[in-house]
Structure formats: structure tokens, C-alpha cells
């Protein structure tokens, strides 16, 4: 099986920049020589099934520019493929904030950064999902389908596009709002009772007591609501391959 040099080049740069932003891969303790050796060989998988790119005539600064076109084109398409991680990350810190856990805040072994309790803990509860019902899988698919609306060096920029990721972005604060919606209504409920017993009752301590009741129905209901949450990133998962083709058509046309 012949394959072009240059073919597979511009491939490597795409999933390279892919692989780059997607979970799991970007982690910092994932070693960089095993996302480059992925990448390697999943552009050679490609390349091949690849109409070739003629460069003979292109001068070098043309060449790169088709690299860095690549490269951002895997960017972006990377970028829309971790916003659920983005999303549950959001939801745990409106969590955390709610229930007063920010002084919480541990050290995240996938970024190297420090993450509240609730946000590292949908983090991983989005990966298990993910990786249980083989949505990897299906992403990688999406990944490789673009290639058959936007060829190698065919990417341009235009209004729609910008308008479909502006929408992807906001997706990001309506997901994590369904997801901290019960215990920001727990929180509520819990408020407003305490505010009444103030009233009844005005010897009462009330500022210190609902620091308790609120942190400890906020956890009850969010460990009760973890399979609902896991509802919502199946579901942001299921259309991404549809999403990341998307992208690839509105990208190849100009």
C-alpha cells in the first residue's frame, strides 16, 4: 500500500492537534511520546484512503500554512469534542460554590491543577461513561468522517461556523446548569426554610446551622442525581460524531 509522504504529514498534524485538547490524551501523566506515536500511526491508517495532496508546485511557506491549517482544524475539532468535560468541570465548581466547598479544593491528577471535590468527581464519573459504552470509539469515527466533507488544505472560515461554535460554547453553561439544578434547588428550599425559622424563632443560630443542613442535603441529592447526570453526558456524547461533521462541512465550504 503506497503511501504519500506529504498525505501523511498533513493527516499527523490534524490528529495531532486532536489528540492534543481530547480527554485522556491531553492528561499531563499521559507520556507525550505515546500521543505522538498514536498519532503517527493513525495517520498512517488514514493517509492511504486519502486522495493525494500535490505540493510539487506550492512553495514552502504555502506548505506550511497547509500545516498549520491542519493543525488548527484538529484544534477545533478537539475543542468541541472535550466541552462535556468542560461542562460536568462548571457544574461541580456551581456545586461547590453552593454548598460552601470552595477552601475543598484538591489537586487534579488529569490537568496538574487544583479542582473542586464535586467537579473531579463528574470529571471522572464523564470519562467512566465514556469509556464503559465505547463513545471513544464513536468519536474517533466522527474524527475520521470529516476528512470526507473537509479535505486536506480545503478548510475556510465563514459566518456560519463561527455562529456553530458560538452555539457549542453555550451549550457548555446549559448542560452544567441541568446538572447543578437540583442541589442549586436543594440549596434554595433549604435557604428559605432557615430564613422562616429565623422569624419563628429568632434565638436560633441560624447562619451556622444551614451551613450544615444545606452541605448535607446538597451531597444526598447529588449523589442521588448522578445517574441523571450521566444521562446528560451520554446524551452530549451520542451527538458529537454528528457535531464533529458538522463542524467539517461548514469548514469545507465556503
Not at 465548581?93 to 475543598?104: K, Q
Not at 469515527?141 to 459566518?159: C, D, E, K, M, W
Request: glycine share 8%.
Amino acid at each position: 500500500m503506497e503511501i504519500d509522504f506529504y498525505n501523511w504529514m498533513l493527516v499527523f498534524m490534524r490528529v495531532g492537534a486532536f489528540l492534543l485538547v481530547l480527554p485522556f490524551f491531553s492528561m499531563t501523566n499521559f507520556p507525550a511520546t505515546m500521543r505522538v506515536a498514536l498519532s503517527a500511526l493513525t495517520a498512517l491508517l488514514l493517509a492511504p484512503t486519502l486522495p493525494p495532496f500535490h505540493v510539487d508546485k506550492l512553495p514552502f511557506f504555502s506548505l506550511f500554512g497547509a500545516m498549520v491549517q491542519e493543525a488548527s482544524i484538529g484544534l477545533l475539532l478537539g475543542f468541541v469534542a472535550r466541552m462535556v468535560f468542560y461542562a460536568v468541570d462548571l457544574a461541580g465548581n456551581v456545586i461547590a460554590s453552593e454548598l460552601g466547598l470552595n477552601m475543598g479544593a484538591i489537586m487534579d491528577p488529569m490537568t496538574g491543577m487544583s479542582s473542586q471535590v464535586p467537579g473531579t468527581i463528574l470529571f471522572f464519573l464523564a470519562a467512566v461513561v465514556m469509556l464503559t459504552m465505547d463513545l471513544h470509539h464513536w468519536i474517533l469515527i466522527g474524527f475520521q468522517r470529516t476528512y470526507s466533507v473537509l479535505p486536506i488544505g480545503g478548510a475556510h472560515l465563514n459566518g456560519e461556523l463561527f455562529n456553530v461554535v458560538l452555539n457549542q460554547i453555550s451549550n457548555i453553561f446549559v448542560v452544567a446548569l441541568q446538572i447543578s439544578a437540583p442541589v442549586l434547588a436543594v440549596s434554595f428550599v433549604v435557604t428559605v426554610v432557615f430564613g422562616v425559622l429565623s422569624r419563628a424563632v429568632p434565638q436560633m443560630n441560624v447562619f451556622i446551622l444551614s451551613f450544615s443542613f444545606r452541605i448535607v442535603a446538597g451531597l444526598v441529592v447529588f449523589g442521588f442525581t448522578l445517574q441523571l447526570t450521566a444521562q446528560h453526558v451520554i446524551n452530549f456524547l451520542n451527538r458529537l460524531p454528528d457535531d464533529l461533521l458538522n463542524l467539517g462541512q461548514l469548514m469545507g465550504t465556503r
